[in-house]
Structure formats: structure tokens, C-alpha cells
């Protein structure tokens, strides 16, 4: 069986990427700190990959204030999750036919 690699999702490439929605895929919203902390990456750096995934409608971001401090927290969209786990199982039917396992 030949695996159509085609549905690999360029929009999850990225290690950040990837790693942004495996964190956001159980379907609560994380604050923007404590994605930059579970992925040991730069401010600038996590911000360019949200900006990404929410260009694509991957993801959503919800502003608020608490007290006088901003807060924000993304959650992946319907979307997202979709396209995160077709990429997912075209990552599997990959691995499963390089091992002889499909």
C-alpha cells in the first residue's frame, strides 16, 4: 500500500507548531505563558507560530483582563482538531507502512 503523503499538513511541520496543538488538542485553553514555558521557546518565536495556526483558523484566541493585567489564551478550533488528526493519522499510515506494519 502506497501512503499518500499529501496529507501531511504543512501548517504542522514546525516543532512549535506541532507541539502547540498536541497541548491544545485536549480541547482546553492555555495561556500564552504557559505554552511559551511547556515548549522552551521565545516570546517572539511562540507568537509567530499562534499567528500562523490562527491564520489558518487552526486556533482561537481569547483576550481578557484580569485585574488590570492582560491574559491571553488560545484553544484549537473544530478545525483544527480535524486537521490536526488527519495529519496525525498520516503521520501513523507513514510509520506503519516504513515498518512493514500496514
Do not use: C, W
Amino acid at each position: 500500500m502506497k501512503v499518500d503523503i499529501h496529507k501531511l499538513n504543512k501548517a504542522f511541520e514546525n516543532r512549535v507548531r506541532l507541539g502547540i496543538m498536541s497541548a491544545l488538542i485536549a480541547g482546553e485553553a492555555m495561556e500564552f505563558n504557559r505554552l511559551k514555558e511547556l515548549l522552551d521557546v521565545t516570546d517572539g518565536n511562540l507568537a509567530s507560530h499562534l499567528k500562523a495556526l490562527e491564520k489558518e483558523v487552526f486556533i482561537d484566541v481569547q483576550k481578557s483582563f484580569v485585574g488590570r493585567k492582560p491574559n491571553t489564551k488560545y484553544l484549537a478550533t473544530k478545525a483544527g482538531k480535524k486537521a490536526f488528526s488527519a495529519h496525525i493519522d498520516a503521520l501513523e499510515a507513514l510509520i506503519k507502512e516504513q515498518t512493514g506494519r500496514g
